[in-house]
């Protein structure tokens, strides 16, 4: 299973877990996997068509998934996937 | 809702005052680094940050690659993520729209360091967090 590392901001939603292991092939999988198990994170993750969300950024190592093949972007379990919210204001 | 308290040091408030006196007319942003106890919030070190908005006059954009960055490095310092600041070169002190806008869409609820800059001068620093739902700035004490 590869390691997600859980942002500050959506600890709240993995009962401050900062590091969690996920199930699965591709990004899309392990994120599925691991809104399954904390259902309060699947909003912050997805809209309501199911896409993760634009301010939502995934790294697979060095790798944004945008860069890569984006939700099917294939992870291996010595891989380390961050979710890193966009930060922005006004 | 009681009020809740963040303590950081006149030597690093006075770093990121500098920080957002210098960029103007551009407004500054990095993140806050530190820990939270029973007791408040501890700001023990800031990490000044790019600011790759497209207008950066209006407002203030994280390079994600640097955020990625320096999550590992506060981690590997044993510190967390508490929250960020940014500077207001229009000389609005506090939250702007904008502000509440975005941190309501991303459930951004860490401390907002908001610093309020006229004529290239900083005339106001305060600190906010998004609280209730679906959310409204309060303030947080900020002991320096």
């Known amino acids: 299973m590869a390691q997600i590392i859980i942002p500050s901001a959506l600890r709240a939603f993995t009962h401050q877990q900062a590091k969690l292991e996920a199930a699965g092939n591709t990004v899309g999988e392990l994120l599925n996997d691991l809104a399954k198990r904390f259902p309060e994170l699947r909003r912050h993750l997805f809209d309501e068509q199911g896409r993760l969300r634009k301010f939502v950024n995934v790294f697979v190592g060095d790798e944004e998934i945008r860069s890569l093949q984006n939700e099917d972007t294939p992870v291996r379990t010595s891989d380390a996937v961050s979710i890193v919210p966009s930060v922005a204001g006004g | 809702m009681k009020t809740e308290r963040a303590t950081l040091s006149s030597e690093l408030l006075a770093a990121v005052v500098r920080e ?125």
């Open chain 2, 20 to 144: 957002a006196e210098a960029a103007c007319p551009h407004e500054c942003c990095g993140l806050l680094l530190g820990q939270r106890t029973a007791e408040g919030w501890q700001i023990a070190r800031t990490y000044a940050m790019r600011n790759v908005s497209a207008k950066p006059e209006l407002g203030f954009e994280f390079d994600t690659r640097e955020q990625l960055h320096a999550y590992r490095e506060a981690e590997a310092a044993g510190l967390e993520i508490v929250g960020h600041y940014h500077s207001h070169p229009n000389a609005r002190a506090g939250p702007s729209p904008t502000d509440l806008q975005i941190a309501r869409e991303r459930y951004d609820r860490g401390l907002w360091l908001i610093l309020a800059i006229a004529h290239g001068k900083i005339i106001d620093a305060s600190l906010w967090r998004l609280r209730g739902e679906p959310g409204e700035f309060v303030r947080v004490q900020l002991d320096a």
